[in-house]
């Protein structure tokens, strides 16, 4: 008999975030990620009206805004020659923007999927998928103490991010890949005056700006993806070259002071994924990434969960009126009595 009905690599913000749903619809969920929480990862942390809706709707907007992230209310893109800047229309209600650093956001989501009823091991990495009959039923996990442990479920979710080794194990096809079009590093600065989030779009540059957490400032400077060894030669320089495209913004950097090293990557592809098979489903970055220029990648996972959840129930349906079936078939009343009564979630 199948122990989880569903077991999910990956619990940052798309892995834990559908924990935490399907646990509270009653679904018996196991989640895994080889980190430990709180802990960062590459991110441009913005969070639009429509992603903010999203944690409204989960009761945990509150719960953000509680870790004293600073509420953004104004939008400005700059072209050079043109400049746009506003706020943008509410989304169910919601209007409130924020940029909440990961170690907290992918911490309280966590916590929230606990709190639902799932089962969350953090230092747990994935191995390997267990088939049977062309079908995924379980996998393979290595626990932090280094034992080995099978893990049976109904459906597996790789919620693994951009090279997911769920998608590779299940021979997930790419439909579509533009590759990487960008690079670029960023930093955290302390006591950058803003006026919301900021955008600067120039000619084979952008420049993105994020007040978050603790009154610091994520600031990104992005060239085309062609540029990247001159850029990684010295990030520095370019760094500041590229905001030096934005005066305004580089004279307000001169007078503060970078908190953080600079973080980067050249690994920026825009794909989509074949997203499910017989037992398996991929979610975020696992099943679709696009250039996070825009800061739409938490947005995107957040809203492709209402997909993967309905997917995953109809599959979790599916899967136990066959099993119920067959049960009927080759088992006295007893038995079935056991089966219906362990199923009833």
């Not at 919601?94 to 956001?105: F, N, S």
């Not at 600079?262 to 398996?280: C, E, H, I, M």
């Not at 997917?311 to 066959?322: G, H, I, P």
């Amino acid at each position: 008999m199948t122990r989880y009905d569903v077991f999910i690599v990956g619990t940052r913000c798309a892995g834990a975030a559908l924990a935490m749903l399907l646990a509270r619809n009653g679904c018996r969920v196991l989640a895994a990620d080889r980190a430990q929480f709180p802990t960062d990862t590459i991110s441009t942390h913005f969070l639009w009206p429509r992603t903010t809706s999203f944690l409204a709707k989960w009761d945990l907007l509150d719960k953000l805004s509680a870790t004293g992230c600073p509420a953004i209310h104004r939008v400005t893109a700059d072209y050079g020659a043109v400049s746009i800047s506003g706020r943008p229309s509410p989304v169910d209600g919601t209007g409130i923007m924020y940029c909440p650093r990961r170690t907290i956001l992918d911490l309280l989501l966590v916590e929230a999927a606990r709190a639902a009823g799932a089962e969350i091991r953090e230092a747990t990495t994935f191995r390997e998928l267990i088939w049977q009959n062309d079908r995924v039923v379980g996998a393979r996990v290595q626990a932090r103490d280094g034992k080995f442990l099978e893990e049976r479920a109904t459906i597996v979710v790789g919620a693994d991010g951009l090279w997911s080794p769920v998608a590779r194990a299940a021979g997930a096809i790419t439909d579509i890949n533009c590759g990487s079009l960008t690079c670029g590093y960023y930093a955290y600065w302390g006591g950058v005056p803003t006026d919301g989030v900021e955008f600067y779009v120039r000619h084979g540059r952008d420049i993105l700006v994020f007040p978050t957490h603790d009154g610091l400032t994520c600031i990104w400077a992005g060239r085309s993806h062609d540029d990247w060894d001159l850029y990684r030669a010295n990030v520095e320089n370019t760094y500041r070259e590229i905001i030096s495209l934005a005066p305004s913004l580089a004279e307000r950097l001169g007078s503060t002071r970078q908190m953080s090293p600079f973080k980067g990557t050249s690994k920026l592809p825009n794909f989509y994924r074949q997203s499910f098979g017989r037992g398996w489903v991929l979610v975020g970055d696992a099943a679709y990434h696009r250039d996070p220029l825009a800061g739409m990648g938490i947005g995107d996972a957040f809203w492709a969960l209402s997909f993967s959840r309905t997917r995953s129930q109809t599959a979790l349906r599916e899967t136990r009126r066959v099993l119920m079936h067959h049960w009927r078939v080759t088992n006295p009343p007893s038995a079935k009595k056991r089966f219906r009564s362990s199923n009833t979630r």
